[in-house]
């Protein structure tokens, strides 16, 4: 493998200590996937749950800290995915104070690394925007491959220790999606009897996780899709993709930027394979991801990922005037940004007043808030595949799968469906 001076000299500890053992991760990593050389990034995103590093995890980022190691904002823009807790609503979560502490001690850490706390899992619409090839190395699934495939840049899914070296030494190994030749369609999915002209975010969510679970790893392109996509329902094919499957990019015929043709789509060979969705192949994910029959609902939580402000202002719409059911928790995580912009447009003060609340910085995921409810909570109704397919196994609930309007209602009537 090649290493330029630049690199010898964080290799050896001119650089610093702290330097020194991230380039080391970096270089065992290039090794392990025969990478010839590293490429430099521009944008690293990091996870910045205490649940994700776990004591071990902390100690380490704590340690490089001490060492000296800093990012250089002026070469590599780095922000911070969601943390575990909302600052304002953290008792009401039932999050305990340890729990608290621990999390107080990861931010000051990353703090003093020096990244941008964006405590955001949509931080591309916060200002981490990478273009057409730049390279990036970005934790979590969703953003990362809404970047490679909407954006037309380029990064692979790597654990917190890899982001973590990334985001310090600038630099990380040429293998996977960072290369061309690994970029091109595999899988050509196309439609029949869905009228996409109707299809909501949630829609798109649905079509991708069905796709996910079919296609496993492999690159996806779509045909047939409308040009004139909405960020929340692209967003909504990235996010889901990975969910059942590990998809690590997506092509959009026409679309995407590196399938403007057939031939470009799929580098100029024929796909593996033609997969062929219908409407009940989406039935088939409602039935897979309702757990349960049972009508009553305990909480309504969306934000995974985080709510845009568009999401906001449906919830804000369909609230308009209306009193949540008194048996009935309605969660919104979103970032503190998106936050203050629902409250300076309005839409905050609806939700409130309707007994819901938006809780921002957190995850709600599979750190998800109800994670931390120890009692009271046994049916969680969502809008979000990822929630609804982790939400069983880490929290041990039933899960009430539908869309946004479906979720409102069951929210004011405390019970889902008719
Ligand atoms: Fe975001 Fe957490 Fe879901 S990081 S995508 S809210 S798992």
Known sequence: MILTDEEKRMLDSSCGEGMRRAMEIIV??????????????????????????GIEGLEWVEELVEQGARCDLDQVLVTLNPRSFDNDHWRE?????????????????????????????????LGNLPKRNDHFSWSGSSGQVLANSVLGA??????????????????????????????RGQVLVTTEDLDLSKFSAVDYATLGYFVGREINDQIPVFSG???????????????????????????????????????????????NRKLVVGAQDLK???????????????????GCPHCT??????????LQ???????????LCTSRWMKDLA??????????????????????????????????????ATNSVKTAFYAPGTSKVDVLFGDTKKCIEAAIRGKWGN
């Open 28 to 53: 065992t990593l290039a090794k392990t996937y025969d990478a010839d050389r590293l490429i430099k990034i521009s944008s690293a995103h990091l996870g910045a749950t205490f649940k994700s590093h």
């Open 93 to 125: 979560i039932g999050f305990e104070e340890q729990a608290v502490a621990n999390q107080e001690r990861l931010d000051r850490c990353y703090h003093r690394l020096g990244t941008i706390p964006v405590y955001s899992c949509v931080h591309y619409l």
């Open 154 to 183: 380029m990064g692979n899914r790597e654990g917190v220790w890899a982001n973590v070296a990334a985001a310090i030494t600038g630099r990380t190994p040429e293998y996977g999606l960072h290369l061309k030749e690994n970029r």
């Open 225 to 271: 899709l409308p040009k004139h996509l909405t960020m929340e329902q692209v967003r909504g094919l990235a996010y889901s993709l990975p969910v059942a499957g590990a998809v690590p990019m997506f092509h959009v015929l026409g679309v995407t930027p590196e399938a403007r043709t057939f031939e470009e789509a799929f580098g100029g060979e024929e796909p």
């Open 284 to 302: 088939t994910v409602y039935d897979l991801l309702n757990t349960t029959q049972r009508g009553e609902v305990d909480l309504i939580c969306f």
């Open 309 to 318: 402000v568009t999401e906001l202002r449906e919830v804000a719409s369909l």
């Open 321 to 331: 005037g209306k009193r949540i059911s008194e048996n009935v928790r309605l969660w």
């Open 343 to 380: 409250t300076h447009l309005g839409y905050r003060e609806v939700i409130e007043r309707a007994g819901g609340y938006i809780l921002s910085d957190i995850c709600a995921g599979p750190s998800a808030p109800f994670n931390y409810l120890k009692k009271g909570i046994s049916v969680v």
